[in-house]
């Protein structure tokens, strides 16, 4: 048996779950949402590229395996473990992908991830939507702290992280494997009373 906690929940349980999944709008028109079956071609499409191969090593092999992650997405949200988006031009072409994992509601703290398709990047698609997800994530749905990693040697995703007000907290030595080994892995993280500045850098 769970031993009760000595202090109350960061964020009710059922506080996600009781609504569906929002919809979310970044700046440029763009629009998170959830992923829909007709989503399929261009998800699985986004592994075929080199750099989404590199730096994420968990790939779906068919569009059926696909619409299979699509309902695991459904019920992350309904057990409030997860919420996964589209992000996409203002709610049709697919431009990436966005997700907060992990989600604990005890301390407050949730996980965020991304990847942008390779003819979306060079115009701050990553961090316009990870700044309207951890807007949301710190504002309405009331967490604390927000957290992300990837390696050392993914620049763009470091610099997409700071621009989105996530700093660098640190460096966890050789904590993940990549299809070209083991990597050191950096620990960015965006809590509530934080600031955010975007700047005018072109960025994934």
């Known amino acids: 048996m769970t031993s009760p906690l000595s202090t109350p929940p960061a964020i009710a349980a059922g506080t996600l779950a009781a609504g569906p999944q929002p919809l979310l709008s970044a700046d440029g028109g763009l629009l998170l949402r959830p992923w829909e079956a007709a989503d399929a071609p261009v998800f699985l499409a986004a592994y075929r590229d080199p750099e989404i191969r590199h730096w994420h090593t968990r790939q779906p092999a068919s569009e059926d395996r696909v619409r299979a992650w699509f309902e695991q997405y459904r019920r992350d949200w309904a057990e409030e473990r997860g919420g996964h988006w589209a992000v996409t031009r203002g709610g049709g072409e697919v431009l990436g992908r966005i997700a907060m994992r992990g989600m604990d509601f005890d301390d407050g703290v ?95």
């Open 110 to 204: 949730a996980g965020c991830a991304y990847w942008v398709l390779p003819a979306a990047r060079g115009a701050r698609v990553g961090a316009r939507a990870l700044t309207a997800l951890s807007d949301w994530g710190l504002g309405v749905a009331g967490f604390h702290r927000l957290e992300l990693e990837h390696s050392t040697r993914n620049v763009a995703s470091c610099r997409v992280a700071e621009t989105s007000g996530f700093r660098l907290e640190g460096t966890k030595r050789c904590s993940a494997v990549h299809t070209d080994g083991r990597h050191d892995m950096h620990l960015h993280a965006r809590i509530r009373s934080d600031d955010v500045v975007l700047e005018p850098a072109s960025l994934n």
